[in-house]
């Protein structure tokens, strides 16, 4: 249900009397801080992912477990900074939809409760069983002599 005019004035109010008794806090609720942690994270990931291809190469031309273990680092350090630029890209988001000049503030909707007749998230069924259609198909083949 979405918030009234009046509610959504009140919610201004209380924003900005939140921003000017405690800016800190009120960046931090933003999620600046976010984006900042998620950079760091991010460049972090990234140093630890050519050190790992160091690795990697070291253990290459030595000894090949110590090439899968800098596969591994490799591997975790992708995943790593692939999720802190996500989130980097999340608070960003979240920060233009705060600044977007809708009284909402970056509230959305949550479209919530049954889904609408007519539509299935299941795709529409074929005609039989797995093992009638596999069987279909296997008559199919021999009948047109392509096995």
Same mark, same amino acid.
């Given at each position: 249900?979405? !918030?009234?005019? @009046? ?10 009397? !939140?921003?000017? @008794? ?5 960046? &931090? ?7 900042? &942690? ?17 690795? !990697? !190469?070291?253990?290459?031309?030595? $000894? %090949?477990?110590?090439?899968?273990? =800098? ?9 790593? =900074?692939? $999720? ?14 705060? &600044?977007?000049? /809708?009284?909402? /503030?970056?509230?959305?909707?949550? @479209? ?18 797995? +093992? @009638?259609? +596999?069987?279909?198909? %296997? ?9």
């Amino acid at each position: 249900m979405p !918030l009234s005019e @009046e509610e959504l004035r009140l919610l201004e109010q209380m924003e900005r009397a !939140l921003v000017e @008794e405690d800016p800190k806090f009120a960046s &931090t609720l933003r999620g600046t801080s976010l984006r900042r &942690t998620a950079r760091r994270r991010a460049i972090a990931a990234g140093v630890v992912f050519v050190l790992g291809m160091a690795v !990697l !190469l070291a253990g290459a031309m030595t $000894n %090949w477990i110590v090439g899968i273990v =800098g596969f591994v680092i490799m591997l975790g350090s992708a995943i790593i =900074g692939l $999720n802190a630029v996500r989130g980097q890209q999340a608070a960003a988001a979240a920060d233009a939809a705060r &600044t977007s000049g /809708h009284p909402s /503030h970056g509230f959305t909707v949550i @479209e919530g409760g049954r889904r609408p007749r007519g539509r299935s998230l299941r795709a529409p069924r074929s005609s039989g069983s797995f +093992m @009638e259609r +596999m069987e279909e198909r %296997w008559r199919r083949r021999r009948e047109s002599g392509g096995f």
